[in-house]
Nanobody
Framework: QVQLVESGGGLVQAGGSLRLSCAAS????????VGWFRQAPGKEREFVAA????????QYTTSVRGRFTISRDKAKSTVYLQMNSLKPEDTADYYC????????????????????WGQGTRVTISS
C-alpha cells in the first residue's frame, strides 16, 4: 500500500512561484510513476505532469510546459512540482497520484491509470 501526502500549496500573486511536494510511504513507491493532477472549482480533474519511476521520463500538459517542472528524490520518497510564472488560471486543488507501473504508458494523462491518490493541496493565484 502507498500513502501520499501533498504539501506546499498556498496563496501567491500572479507571476510568483510555489513548490509542491508529494511525500510517500511504502517501499515500492520509488519504482512507481507519479502524476500531478489539478481540479479547479466546477471543473473536471485534469492532468498536469508526470514522471517515470526512474525520473528519466517526464510529461506535461501544454498549458504548464516551460513553467512547471516535475522531479523526484528517491532517497526522500518525494516527488516535487516546481511551479513558476503562476497564472490565475493555475488556481486549483492539486493532487499527486502514483501508478503501479514504473514507466509512463500511453495513458499517463488519464486519472484511471493511477492507483493511489493524495488528499490534495490548494493553490490560489491572485491577479
Amino acid at each position: 500500500q502507498v500513502q501520499l501526502v501533498e504539501s506546499g500549496g498556498g496563496l501567491v500573486q500572479a507571476g510568483g512561484s510555489l513548490r509542491l511536494s508529494c511525500a510517500a510511504s511504502g517501499r515500492t513507491f520509488s519504482n512507481y510513476a507519479v502524476g500531478w493532477f489539478r481540479q479547479a472549482p466546477g471543473k473536471e480533474r485534469e492532468f498536469v505532469a508526470a514522471i517515470s519511476g526512474s525520473g528519466a521520463s517526464t510529461q506535461y500538459t501544454t498549458s504548464v510546459r516551460g513553467r512547471f517542472t516535475i522531479s523526484r528524490d528517491k532517497a526522500k520518497s518525494t516527488v516535487y512540482l516546481q511551479m513558476n510564472s503562476l497564472k490565475p488560471e493555475d488556481t486549483a486543488d492539486y493532487y499527486c497520484a502514483a501508478s503501479q507501473r514504473s514507466y509512463l504508458g500511453g495513458n499517463y494523462y488519464y486519472p484511471g491509470e493511477y492507483a493511489y491518490w493524495g488528499q490534495g493541496t490548494r493553490v490560489t493565484i491572485s491577479s
